[in-house]
């Protein structure tokens, strides 16, 4: 689209829009959309500067969260932004700490748990997990945390959360999850430890085709005589 000096012009012909009909379409659109739109003209400015725009972007990503302003003229447009940047703080927080706790390529169950108590904790919406999380970039075991807590607490539909995976092309990537038992002594004799191992696609999982490994996250360590950790797979490590 022109700007500038055609601005004005683009401006006479987008007015003859009733204004009720351009903010229906505008609310179609993810926020940074909104704001791209928002600088091709004055018309477009104000409508994308509109408090019930984003507002409705508000409840849309984060639903389940309270709306509090900083002050009762802080406009919604700078209420969003607010809390998308405390929400990716929080988010590359909980990233480094799995990073960190990760050995080896591997993460140990208790670590894992912790990672999706926290990601509760902040009320993060599926919304964010694509942003943050769903990553390509991202270390694999993050897609997974993401998944599970999309899975299990926001209970995405089967089909928004298979369209999502495949969007941000992490819907093959695979984990390892490796368990195993240790085994009591019978009559004095030591009994060999019982070893389980099972790689799953993120895809698979979403499917419900390895519900099995899905409960085995969801409980981790039972008893202190179970161990799990969770791997990345091959070139799925970063």
Known sequence: MER???????????????????????SLLEASDVCSLGICSRFWRDICSSDSIWMALYERR???????????????????????????????AVIKYVEESTLNGSLEISFYVKALGDLRSMKLGFRDVQ??????????????????HCMSLLEIPTVDLMEALETCQILERQVCVRWFM???RFYGFPMPNEHHS???????????????????????????RMHVQISAVGSNAT
């Open 4 to 26: 500038d000096g055609g601005s004005s012009g683009l401006d006479l012909r987008w007015s003859y829009l009733p204004r009720d009909l351009a903010l229906g379409i505008v």
């Open 62 to 92: 984060w639903p389940s969260a309270d709306r509090h302003f900083a002050s009762p003229s802080q406009e919604f447009k700078a209420f969003y932004m607010n809390q998308h940047k405390k929400m990716a703080s929080a988010v590359s």
């Open 131 to 148: 942003l943050f999380l769903f990553r390509r970039e991202q270390n694999v075991l993050l897609n997974l945390i993401g998944f599970h």
């Open 182 to 184: 240790l085994r009591r």
């Open 198 to 224: 099972h790689i799953v696609s993120l895809g698979d999982l979403a499917m419900g085709k390895e519900d099995n490994v899905l409960d085995l996250l969801n409980h981790g360590n039972i008893n202190e």
